[in-house]
């Protein structure tokens, strides 16, 4: 057995176990626990984008191909970039800082296993994992009051997610008496049984806590309130993305034949999920919290996508994907350069930040107007792709629904920009300091929502060519 | 490889705005050079691209197609026919015009530059587009600087209407995105290239279906009744410039995009919902000049009357037969010069009386009798006196509208008398009648303290009159010889009314 398709998991693990090396050399310092990270993670990305070999293992359970490919190379970017932010401006004591990468590391472990896994109990394994590590890390800053009641709401909510999520997959084995992906579509049928049917549901249900969908959102605005920055961005952005991928080897792969079952529930969750998180997010003090709101509205768009046949609808997700990683970063990085720096999470703080950091306010202003989808950045081009996948089969209602609130979403990020360029600042506030990492991640992934805004080709072409093969046929 | 003719007219201010971007905000004189030369040298390319179009053989001319995103079938194709060509050298003097009209602009110089010019990039790259992605494209890019110019140059309810006028067209644009990509699937091309997708023959269904969603998104950015209601509190509340960019400009791709998509590429549809837009247009032009003849504010009063002149641009469109569209599509340029002009005068007489209220001032030609004759020149332009640009454009569109609605034309023009009415009375107020000081007491009042009047203002300056001026240049070559104007419009309406099967 060739370790060429482990290569990327394993050096996860074992740079894990690194940054645990490293923090104990020098327990009470962040000195070299973090250059390891770094360091590390820019060789696993290396592996990750590089290595790439289409490859079954372990009887088929487990997969190299091009879902997981890309799904590890969002989950590396996703942690070098949330890694890079909190190298300065976690609220925690410095000895808890390898703790804290060691418990990044295992979070994108589990998601690397549960983006390439085919089979229900190793996914399964892959998500806990990663969920008992997010727990740890929300919770994490335990002198602070919100941060404990976000890790203590985040446990309670997940666990019970994950046996809504456990008790369907357990019907769904009933109904089809397989745990392989490929079994479950081929013993499923296309006539659903009650069991199979209720199974599907739960899992939805399940797989919606992850992918922040109404109305299993409601743990969201409070813990990435209460944890710390870095934490919410790596929860909205990767922990998120996740949930999409593990969502389409569910239901596009493996539920696919029963696609009528499930439709319905992704075009009302599609819709609800972009309206009330676009509706909540218009009266929001806090500037985490208006994310919050925002990136569930983002799941309501990825939703669409669900809606359209396999391979269109796939590719369209996977693009988009990407897009929102880059923005949804770039946003709470310029968060956290103002947070960290004046302590303040209130928006209504953000006023004059044009004339006291033009630079901070102009990036910010890029990656909320990405999420808006305003041309030429990533977003745009995402959603029409999106949108567009949605079209090919004939949901007029449903485009217009999803364009529509791209319209109400953009008004609550111009009232960010009116803070920012029509309030005057406050006497006496000076320009902001940003620590050069922070600089540094806001820089690469404004490059990156332009680059792809304006050449999307290139991934187009990958994602596309990925969801042909792993859904081969129209 | 040929030169890319079209790219350079967008890429002159695109490439502005990197310059100025990179200046230090002190540089305002640099700046302010930097926006000139660029918007003059791309007004001097419309020109040259005006008379180098070659008007016999008509169709797409100065194309350039490359392929963009091949998975989706989009394609960077630009090129122009006679009404783009048109609606180009429009933009370039507007814009030109318009930097000189924000010359003294000094709060936050810089960023308005910016804007402005970002603004004039995406109105240039909408009239030259063919493939329907890149016209989405250029105009989301065209309408969203608008937010911030009216939200910190403006007057007034300034935030409101930037909002506001913000909420409603992007809302248009979320109906036109999702009608596009309705016709992208229907014409099952797998390409957004406006050749094939007029080639395609959709469903009569399908047509009638996607004609109002997409003519209503474009629709609300050409202020059609019921969805003007952002024009009035915009325009009243944008800094000078901007009010001549938008009103001039970006109300015509409104109106433009109606013609280029919808019309266009659903003549089924057009012949189904066409006449219901005409009575739409009918409470364009009699409502706008009616709310023209209410309003006190010398900036509400242009804009209603804009809503008024739009309505007859709609009106021009919905005869569908080529002597009323080819009207509409003179009556944009007219419009748009003449409204350019209303809202630089405006300005200009703001900056010297200090106030817009028409009460407030009169007896005004005898203290700056320069701007009090351009004044009364657009004025007339805009009651379609022989001789100005209004009159041939304004005769056209009615001409081609009785051949279709009779009944509906004879109302539409009693809009020309009320416009007369108010055009007359304004001139009237501002001009003539007693002279008032800025506080608005007659002058020679016991009110007027002491000679605020002599001092306060002059006429117009050089660079003013150069603004002016070339507007009127336009406004009296299309008034005194409109031939070149009409036979260029005429190559490429032909086509489109024949498709729409009235001549």
Same mark, same amino acid.
């Given at each position: 057995?060739?370790?060429?398709?482990?290569?990327?998991?394993?050096?996860?693990?074992a740079?894990?176990?690194?940054?645990?090396?490293?923090?104990?050399v020098?327990?009470?310092?962040?000195?070299?626990?973090?250059?390891?990270?770094?360091?590390?993670?820019?060789?696993?990305?290396g592996l990750?984008?590089?290595?790439?070999?289409?490859?079954?293992?372990?009887?088929?359970?487990?997969?190299?191909?091009?879902?997981?490919?890309?799904?590890?190379?969002?989950?590396?970017?996703?942690?070098?970039?949330?890694?890079?932010?909190?190298?300065?401006?976690?609220?925690?004591?410095?000895?808890?800082?390898?703790?804290?990468?060691?418990?990044?590391?295992?979070?994108?472990?589990? $998601? $690397?296993?549960?983006?390439?896994?085919?089979?229900?109990?190793?996914?399964?394994?892959?998500?806990?994992?990663s969920?008992?590590?997010?727990?740890?890390?929300?919770?994490?800053?335990?002198r602070?009051v919100l941060?404990?009641?976000?890790?203590?709401k985040?446990?309670?909510?997940?666990a019970?997610s994950?046996?809504?999520?456990?008790?369907?997959?357990?019907?769904v084995?009933?109904?089809?008496g397989?745990?392989?992906?490929?079994?479950?579509r081929?013993?499923?049928g296309?006539?659903?049984?009650?069991?199979?049917?209720v199974?599907?549901?739960?899992?939805?249900?399940?797989?919606?806590?992850?992918?922040?969908?109404?109305? $299993?959102?409601?743990?969201?605005?409070?813990?990435?309130?209460?944890?710390?920055?870095?934490?919410?961005?790596?929860?909205?952005?990767?922990?998120?993305?996740?949930?999409f991928?593990?969502?389409?080897?569910?239901?596009?792969?493996?539920?696919?034949?029963?696609?009528?079952?499930?439709?319905?529930?992704?075009?009302?969750?599609?819709?609800l999920?972009?309206?009330?998180?676009?509706l909540?997010?218009?009266?929001?003090?806090? /500037?985490?919290?208006?994310?919050?709101?925002?990136?569930?509205?983002?799941?309501?768009?990825l939703?669409?996508?669900?809606?359209?046949?396999?391979?269109?609808?796939?590719?369209?997700?996977?693009?988009?994907?990407?897009?929102?990683t880059?923005?949804?970063? /770039?946003?709470?990085?310029?968060?956290?350069?103002?947070?960290?720096?004046?302590?303040?999470?209130?928006?209504?703080?953000?006023?004059?930040?044009?004339?006291?950091?033009?630079?901070?306010?102009?990036?910010?202003?890029?990656?909320?107007?990405?999420?808006?989808?305003?041309?030429?950045?990533?977003?745009f081009?995402?959603?029409?792709y999106l949108?567009?996948?949605?079209m090919?089969?004939g949901?007029?209602?449903?485009?217009?629904?999803?364009?529509?609130?791209?319209?109400?979403?953009?008004?609550y990020?111009?009232?960010?920009?009116?803070? $920012?360029?029509?309030?005057?600042?406050?006497?006496?506030a000076?320009?902001?300091?940003?620590?050069?990492p922070?600089?540094?991640?806001?820089?690469?992934?404004t490059?990156?929502?332009?680059?792809?805004?304006?050449?999307?080709?290139?991934?187009?072409q990958?994602?596309?060519?990925v969801?042909?093969?792993?859904?081969?046929?129209? | 490889? #040929?030169? &890319?003719?079209?790219?350079?007219?967008?890429?002159?201010?695109?490439?502005?705005?990197l %310059?100025?971007f990179?200046?230090?905000?002190?540089?305002?004189?640099?700046?302010?050079?930097?926006?000139?030369?660029?918007?003059?040298?791309?007004l001097?390319?419309?020109?040259?691209?005006?008379?180098?179009y070659?008007?016999?053989?008509?169709g797409?001319?100065?194309?350039?197609?490359?392929p963009?995103?091949?998975?989706?079938? @989009?394609?960077?194709?630009?090129?122009?026919?006679?009404?783009?060509?048109?609606?180009?050298?429009?933009?370039?003097?507007?814009?030109?015009?318009?930097?000189?009209?924000?010359w003294?602009?000094?709060?936050?110089?810089?960023?308005?530059?910016?804007?402005?010019?970002?603004?004039?990039?995406?109105?240039?790259?909408?009239?030259?587009?063919?493939?329907?992605?890149?016209?989405?494209l250029?105009?989301e890019?065209?309408?969203?600087?608008?937010?911030?110019? @009216?939200?910190?140059?403006?007057?007034? #309810?300034k935030?409101?209407?930037?909002?506001?006028?913000t +909420?409603?067209?992007?809302?248009?644009?979320?109906?036109i995105?999702?009608g %596009? *990509?309705?016709?992208?699937?229907?014409? !099952?091309?797998r390409?957004?290239?406006?050749d094939?997708?007029?080639?395609?023959a959709?469903?009569?269904?399908?047509q009638?279906?996607?004609? &109002?969603?997409?003519?209503v998104?474009?629709g609300?950015?050409?202020? +059609?009744?019921?969805?003007h209601?952002?024009?009035?509190?915009?325009h009243a509340?944008?800094?000078?410039?901007v009010?001549?960019?938008?009103?001039g400009?970006?109300?015509?791709?409104?109106a433009?995009g109606?013609?280029l998509?919808?019309?266009?590429?659903?003549?089924?549809?057009?012949r189904?919902?066409?006449?219901?837009?005409?009575?739409?247009?009918?409470?364009?032009?009699?409502? !706008?000049?009616?709310?023209?003849?209410?309003?006190?504010? +010398?900036?509400y009063?242009?804009?209603?009357?804009?809503?008024s002149?739009m309505? @007859?641009?709609m009106?021009?469109l919905?005869?569908?037969?080529?002597?009323?569209?080819?009207?509409?599509?003179?009556?944009?340029?007219?419009?748009?010069?003449?409204?350019?002009?209303f809202?630089?005068?405006?300005?200009?007489?703001?900056?010297?009386?200090?106030?817009?209220?028409?009460?407030?001032?009169?007896?005004?030609?005898?203290?700056?009798?320069?701007?009090?004759?351009?004044?009364? +020149?657009?004025?007339?332009?805009?009651?379609g *006196?022989?001789g100005l640009?209004?009159? &041939?454009?304004?005769?056209?569109?009615?001409?081609?509208?009785?051949?279709?609605? &009779?009944?509906?034309?004879?109302?539409?023009?009693?809009?020309?008398?009320?416009?007369?009415?108010?055009v007359?009375?304004?001139?009237? #107020?501002?001009?003539f009648?007693?002279? #008032?000081?800025?506080?608005?007491?007659?002058f020679?009042?016991?009110?007027?303290?002491?000679?605020d009047?002599?001092?306060?203002?002059?006429?117009?300056?050089?660079?003013?009159?150069?603004?002016?001026? *070339?507007?009127?240049l336009?406004?009296?070559?299309?008034?005194?010889?409109?031939?070149?104007?009409?036979?260029? %419009?005429?190559?490429?309406?032909?086509?489109?009314?024949?498709?729409?099967?009235?001549?």
């Open positions: 057995m060739s370790m060429a398709p482990w290569m990327v998991e394993l050096a996860t693990a740079l894990l176990v690194l940054v645990l090396l490293a923090d104990l020098a327990p009470r310092g962040k000195r070299f626990v973090w250059p390891t990270f770094l360091g590390g993670s820019l060789v696993i990305l990750a984008v590089f290595v790439r070999g289409d490859a079954f293992l372990l009887g088929g359970s487990y997969a190299a191909d091009g879902i997981s490919w890309l799904g590890k190379i969002v989950i590396v970017i996703g942690t070098i970039l949330a890694g890079a932010v909190s190298m300065d401006s976690l609220p925690i004591q410095e000895k808890y800082h390898g703790a804290y990468a060691a418990l990044l590391l295992a979070a994108s472990l589990g $998601m $690397m296993v549960l983006v390439s896994s085919r089979e229900l109990v190793t996914m399964y394994v892959g998500l806990e994992t969920a008992v590590s997010l727990y740890g890390l929300a919770a994490l800053a335990k602070d941060s404990l009641e976000a890790g203590i985040y446990l309670v909510i997940g019970l994950s046996g809504v999520l456990l008790y369907g997959l357990a019907l084995y009933a109904a089809a397989t745990t392989s992906l490929d079994g479950i081929a013993a499923l296309h006539a659903p049984s009650p069991l199979s049917a199974g599907i549901i739960l899992v939805l249900l399940g797989v919606g806590f992850k992918i922040t969908m109404v109305p $299993m959102h409601v743990w969201t605005p409070d813990v990435y309130q209460g944890a710390p920055t870095p934490v919410s961005a790596f929860i909205s952005v990767v922990s998120k993305s996740v949930g991928l593990f969502a389409i080897r569910l239901f596009s792969v493996a539920f696919a034949d029963l696609r009528y079952v499930w439709e319905p529930f992704f075009m009302a969750g599609a819709v999920t972009m309206t009330v998180g676009n909540a997010a218009i009266a929001q003090p806090s /500037a985490k919290r208006l994310l919050a709101y925002s990136s569930i509205s983002q799941a309501g768009y939703l669409v996508g669900f809606v359209g046949t396999s391979s269109a609808g796939t590719s369209a997700v996977l693009f988009y994907l990407f897009a929102y880059l923005a949804n970063v /770039a946003a709470f990085a310029a968060v956290i350069a103002f947070s960290s720096s004046t302590g303040s999470d209130r928006l209504d703080d953000y006023a004059g930040l044009a004339r006291r950091s033009p630079l901070l306010a102009l990036v910010f202003t890029f990656a909320l107007l990405s999420l808006a989808g305003i041309p030429p950045l990533a977003g081009i995402g959603k029409i949108f567009s996948a949605a090919e089969r949901y007029l209602w449903l485009v217009v629904a999803a364009a529509l609130n791209s319209v109400a979403s953009l008004y990020y111009l009232l960010i920009l009116r803070r $920012m360029y029509f309030t005057e600042a406050p006497l006496g000076g320009p902001l300091r940003v620590s050069f922070v600089k540094a991640v806001l820089l690469l992934t490059v990156g929502t332009f680059w792809l805004g304006i050449l999307p080709g290139p991934l187009m990958v994602v596309s060519e969801s042909s093969r792993v859904f081969p046929g129209p | 490889m #040929r030169f &890319p003719f079209l790219t350079a007219i967008y890429c002159l201010p695109l490439l502005a705005v %310059i100025i990179c200046f230090p905000a002190r540089c305002r004189v640099a700046i302010r050079m930097v926006a000139l030369v660029s918007s003059v040298a791309a001097a390319m419309t020109v040259l691209l005006f008379f180098w070659d008007r016999v053989a008509g797409l001319q100065f194309v350039e197609k490359v963009w995103v091949s998975t989706l079938g @989009i394609s960077y194709f630009v090129g122009v026919n006679g009404i783009n060509v048109i609606l180009l050298l429009l933009t370039g003097i507007i814009i030109t015009a318009g930097v000189l009209a924000s003294e602009v000094a709060h936050r110089q810089k960023e308005f530059f910016i804007l402005l010019l970002t603004l004039t990039t995406g109105v240039f790259g909408v009239f030259m587009s063919w493939n329907l992605f890149l016209f989405f250029f105009y890019v065209a309408v969203l600087p608008m937010y911030l110019l @009216i939200g910190i140059w403006g007057t007034g #309810r935030e409101y209407a930037a909002m506001k006028l +909420l409603y067209l992007m809302a248009g644009s979320a109906l995105l999702a %596009i *990509l309705g016709l992208y699937f229907a014409a !099952g091309q390409s957004f290239d406006l094939l997708l007029e080639k395609a959709y469903d009569p269904v399908f009638r279906v996607f004609f &109002p969603i997409l003519f998104g474009f609300i950015l050409a202020a +059609l009744w019921p969805f209601t952002w024009s009035p509190d915009g509340s944008a800094p000078t410039a009010s001549m960019l938008h009103a400009v970006l109300m015509k791709l409104g433009y109606c013609l998509v919808p019309m266009t590429l659903l003549p089924d549809g057009a189904f919902w066409l006449p219901m837009v005409a009575l739409l247009s009918v409470v364009n032009i009699v409502y !706008g000049s009616l709310g023209a003849t209410a309003q006190k504010d +010398l900036k009063i242009v804009a209603y009357s804009s809503v002149h309505g @007859i641009v009106l021009g919905s005869s569908m037969n080529g002597t009323g569209i080819g009207g509409a599509v003179l009556q944009m340029f007219s419009h748009g010069i003449m409204t350019g002009l809202f630089a005068l405006v300005g200009m007489i703001y900056g010297r009386t200090h106030t817009r209220m028409v009460d407030e001032q009169g007896g005004l030609a005898s203290r700056i009798p320069v701007l009090a004759a351009f004044f009364v +020149l657009t004025g007339l332009t805009s009651l *006196l022989p640009s209004g009159f &041939p454009a304004e005769l056209a569109v009615f001409i081609g509208a009785f051949r279709a609605y &009779p009944v509906v034309t004879v109302v539409c023009t009693t809009g020309i008398v009320i416009t007369a009415f108010y007359l009375r304004l001139l009237q #107020r501002l001009f009648g007693v002279r #008032r000081n800025t506080n608005g007491a007659a020679g009042d016991a009110k007027s303290a002491f000679g009047a002599k001092s306060a203002f002059g006429d117009a300056n050089t660079v003013e009159f150069i603004a002016l001026a *070339l507007l009127m336009f406004i009296l070559a299309v008034g005194l010889y409109p031939m070149p104007f009409v036979r260029v %419009i005429g190559s490429a309406v032909a086509p489109i009314a024949a498709r729409l099967g009235g001549m």
